[in-house]
């Protein structure tokens, strides 16, 4: 019977292990200090090597070898490790060997000396498994553990370990290997299987197994067994029932334009052709994830992974999509993965969740388009001062008169404020919180000039003086800012209708110079057409 390929391509030195060198190298140091401490804990994903490593542990500490090449891989005891028949390897599965009587059989055989070797190797795979009285039962023999014991305790979730125990071991913690150096893998056991294989379909084996090089293995192996000549990349989409990367960015393409029709054909194109709406998903939020990295950081080397032509795709994505509708769509899509497990639509939650990225929420369609039809955000009004005040470096002088007239209205940045509305309140959510997106959806109405939004809170004053708190208020114009285009100062207000203040935005807060005319003086002449008059009030000296 032939071997599976991940069996046989098993980790036998340290120098086999692939994408853990942080704790290769402490180990390989350790062993030549003579200092290996008397308990590990291996922590991490599944598949990253953890129980490999543990076993190339117990053949250096018993190999025979001159001590810089251990483990040798050849001596009679790594043979033995290797085969499975190495007597002072104890390996313990704790997910069905995690009763207190298992461990105190434990404690009761770790005291005799080793058979073969100079060691006995404890290996308690899934160790959080064990129950309480058992961790309590293992906690007296790692306290004080016979010198020629090690225990190599390893886990994939080690916040269920009491800390009693974490505090007695030694943790390394095992990371979810990278697609680069998974994909190098494969193609060295392509190569030395003989095995013809497409870099594209390697790269998507490497992506899919998602940092676990045993499933990449696995489903290397799988593919071998399908019957053509190459591997293709074609071929490992309709194993894994994932798409090309091609659509993916199609679908993306729609979200930036909004066009739904598109996105919504390309749902039902994939739903016909039998791929996985669940892995298409998945892809869809790992190529937004990439394109949020290049909207916060612009560096494209986050993407090491992807090939220069995705890279460059994924660039014009990101300036196409607004940072806040990027980061919506990544949380709907996330949420819609759940719900995508069948039924008589299997493909609705991913419909809905597109229609909801690019449209609106239907709860919050309501209060968006009926009386307000999308309002903006506040800022303490700005208007011109109706009077000037006397000061020693600047000449008695006051304004007779200053006629108010409202500032001109941008109906066109309304119109777009509104249909993005629901844009506004997720990045409002997102870097304010959930009750200052309630507070905004209470705005009855928008007005916008040309440095300035008001807002119109109608009777709720609550919600108006939410927003009106400066850390918020400030919040809230620089994403209005965003979405407008250019820097605003935002007003709120009372009552159901908004109005701008008079040359909203423009006012002067510098100080006249103690030997020039008064900006103040100038701004309400030029701009308000106010009149200077001469004559002196009674409080005038």
């Not at 810089?68 to 085969?83: K, L």
Request: aromatic share 4%.
């Amino acid at each position: 019977m032939a071997q599976a390929l991940y069996r046989k391509w098993r980790s036998r030195t340290f120098d086999e292990v692939v994408g853990q060198e942080h704790v290769t190298t402490t180990l390989r140091n350790a062993l030549r200090d003579g200092r290996v401490a008397h308990a590990y804990l291996f922590t991490g994903p599944r598949g990253t090597g953890k129980t490999s490593t543990a076993r190339i542990l117990a053949k250096a500490l018993n190999c025979t070898a001159p001590e810089e090449e251990r483990p040798c891989g050849v001596c009679p005891t790594c043979v033995a490790i290797s085969e499975g028949r190495m007597l002072d390897l104890i390996e313990i599965d704790a997910a069905s060997n995690n009763s207190v009587d298992d461990i105190r059989e434990l404690r009761e055989k770790v005291g005799f000396r080793p058979s073969e070797g100079g060691y006995k190797i404890y290996i308690i795979d899934e160790v959080h498994m064990l129950s309480k009285s058992a961790f309590n039962a293992l906690l007296k023999t790692l306290e004080e553990p016979p010198p020629h014991a090690r225990f190599v305790l390893a886990t994939t979730e080690p916040h269920k370990i009491p800390a009693t125990v974490l505090s007695r071991c030694q943790r390394f913690d095992f990371r979810r290997i990278p697609v680069a150096q998974i994909t190098a893998h494969l193609r060295h056991i392509a190569n030395e299987e003989g095995v013809q294989a497409e870099d594209a379909a390697l790269t998507a084996i490497a992506r899919s197994a998602q940092g676990c090089m045993r499933d990449a293995i696995s489903l290397l192996d799988q593919m071998t067994s399908y019957g053509a000549e190459s591997i293709s990349a074609e071929q490992v989409h309709q194993v894994l029932g994932s798409v090309s990367g091609e659509s993916v960015a199609k679908f993306v393409d729609a979200l930036a334009t909004q066009d739904v029709a598109t996105g919504l054909k390309l749902i039902q194109e994939l739903l016909l052709d039998g791929a996985s709406l669940q892995e298409f998903t998945t892809q869809v939020i790992e190529h937004l994830r990439g394109v949020m990295l290049l909207q916060i950081t612009g560096d494209s080397s986050l993407l090491d992974d992807r090939s220069q032509e995705t890279i460059k795709r994924m660039q014009a994505q990101a300036q196409a999509l607004t940072h806040a509708l990027t980061l919506s769509a990544i949380k709907s899509f996330s949420q819609a993965i759940g719900a995508l497990k069948g039924g008589t639509q299997p493909q609705l939650p991913l419909e809905l969740a597109l229609v909801e990225v690019t449209r609106g929420p239907a709860t919050a369609a309501a209060p968006a388009t009926q009386a307000v039809a999308g309002r903006a955000a506040p800022i303490p009004p700005t208007a011109p001062p109706s009077r000037v005040e006397k000061t020693e470096a600047a000449p008695a002088a006051a304004i007779k008169t200053a006629q108010a007239t409202s500032a001109p209205l941008d109906q066109e940045a309304v119109s777009k404020l509104r249909a993005r509305w629901n844009e506004v309140l997720a990045a409002v959510r997102q870097q304010s919180g959930l009750k200052q997106q309630a507070a905004l959806r209470a705005v009855r109405d928008i007005a916008i000039g040309e440095n300035a939004v008001a807002l119109a809170f109608g009777n709720n004053k609550f919600a108006q003086n939410m927003i009106s708190e400066a850390e918020t208020l400030a919040q809230v114009s620089t994403i209005l800012a965003h979405f407008v285009g250019r820097q605003v100062a935002v007003a709120c207000q009372e009552g159901e209708r908004a109005t701008l203040p008079a040359a909203a935005g423009r006012v002067v807060h510098e100080k006249a110079a103690a030997d020039g005319p008064d900006p103040l003086l100038e701004y309400a002449v030029s701009e308000l057409g106010a009149q200077v008059s001469d004559e002196k009030t009674g409080n005038d000296p």
